[in-house]
């Protein structure tokens, strides 16, 4: 099968088109004829290996898993013996960790789901990585109830897109701070204000926020604290990964715990787990029409490098997504 492969650690260049040999698969995993998958920001830091404090995790000198991407979306052609959930022929979305960008995936049952029946194989793509972290973000650590105002910084990114459409589901007033180029994406996602972070700083209306969810990573706790509300809690989602080449700006989701031991605000860094529930429950807010995923583009598999140089450079509104 044909799929996008690196030897190194380094930058788009690195990444391959190859023949490689279709998975093979265990007993709770799910073969995936792959119809489309998507990039994030994850899909870089594995690629380049920076933060070099990721390669501890992920390979020294070199990528463990050799495939990147893993987002997916497609039909099960096989299932080990241990599957319950899914059989052959199924439409799927959900996450592989070892990697989807490539004609065949395999994923544990756990991390799929059946794919809205409403959503194109691209559009479903779009969905799990950034879909479940907003969904955690805004529903689960920051608990947003009715009525609150949220802060989604990166409200145009692909978390922040599901962070300012889950967050309006769940009956929040929501302004998104973005580039004055996609206030319109932003206010057609829903948001009830927009931020220009090229020409105004959050905190230009006080201490609004009931929940700040910050996606861009690059704002000082101080910064970020002011805009909260007494008891407003601050979801700390993005790292700033590409300005810190050791740590990847990690330092601020080692303060905000201690700090939050002195302060009646919740200060929480969020670390989200890929799991079937949170995709039904996306699969949920997706029929019901509440949460559409937005595309800024798709990408050919042999231009995948493309895809993650857009990603990371050409400042997408929404998702970046790959048809195989
Ligand atoms: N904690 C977790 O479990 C978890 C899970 C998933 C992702 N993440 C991290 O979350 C971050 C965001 O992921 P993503 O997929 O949303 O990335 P993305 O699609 O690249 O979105 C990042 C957004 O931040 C915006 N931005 C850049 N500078 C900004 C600024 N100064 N103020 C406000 N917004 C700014 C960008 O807008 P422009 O393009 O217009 O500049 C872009 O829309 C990444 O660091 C990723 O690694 C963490």
Redesign the pocket.
């Known amino acids: 099968m044909k799929a996008i492969v690196q030897d190194t650690y380094g930058p788009a260049d690195v990444l391959e088109l190859r023949e490689i040999d279709r998975p093979s698969i265990g007993g709770d995993e799910v073969l995936v004829e792959v119809r489309a998958a998507a990039v ?3 899909v ?2 594995l690629m380049t290996g920076t933060p070099y404090l990721a390669r501890a995790g992920f390979g020294l000198r070199r990528p463990k898993v050799p495939v990147r991407g893993r987002d997916v979306a497609g039909v099960v052609t096989a299932v080990g013996a241990d599957v319950t959930r899914f059989r052959p022929g199924q439409e799927v979305y959900g996450t592989c960790p070892n990697g989807s960008l490539a004609e065949y995936a395999r994923a544990p049952q756990a991390r799929l789901a059946p794919k809205p029946a409403n959503l194109t194989f691209e559009q479903a793509a779009a969905v799990p ?2 879909g ?2 907003a969904l ?2 805004v529903r689960d650590v920051a608990g947003v109830r009715p009525g609150q105002w949220v802060l989604v ?9 599901f962070a300012v459409q889950i967050a309006k589901a769940l009956g929040a007033s929501v302004t998104g ?3 004055a ?2 206030a319109e994406f932003v206010r057609s996602l829903g948001a009830d204000d927009v ?1 220009d ?2 020409h105004e700083e ?1 905190d230009r209306d006080g201490a609004r926020y009931d929940v700040v969810v910050d ?5 000082p706790l101080s910064l970020l604290r002011r805009t909260l509300t007494p008891r407003g809690t601050l979801v ?7 300005a810190y080449r050791f740590t ?1 700006g990690m330092g601020r989701t080692f303060r905000a715990p201690l700090l939050s031991a002195f302060t009646r605000q919740r200060l929480r ?5 890929e799991r079937a529930e949170h995709l039904e429950e996306l699969t949920r807010l997706i029929e019901s029409g509440a949460v559409v995923p937005a595309i800024d583009r798709a990408y050919p598999l042999a231009s995948a490098p493309d895809a993650i140089r857009h ?2 450079e ?7 997504v790959v048809t195989v």
């Open positions: 994030d920001p994850g870089w830091v990585v950034s479940m972290t955690q973000a910084i990166g409200a145009s990114g692909g978390v922040g897109s701070v973005c580039a180029a996609k931020i972070y090229a959050i996606t861009a990573g690059n704002r700390i989602v993005g790292g700033g990964h590409t990847g860094p969020m670390f989200s787990r990603l990371m050409g400042h997408p509104a929404g998702k970046v």
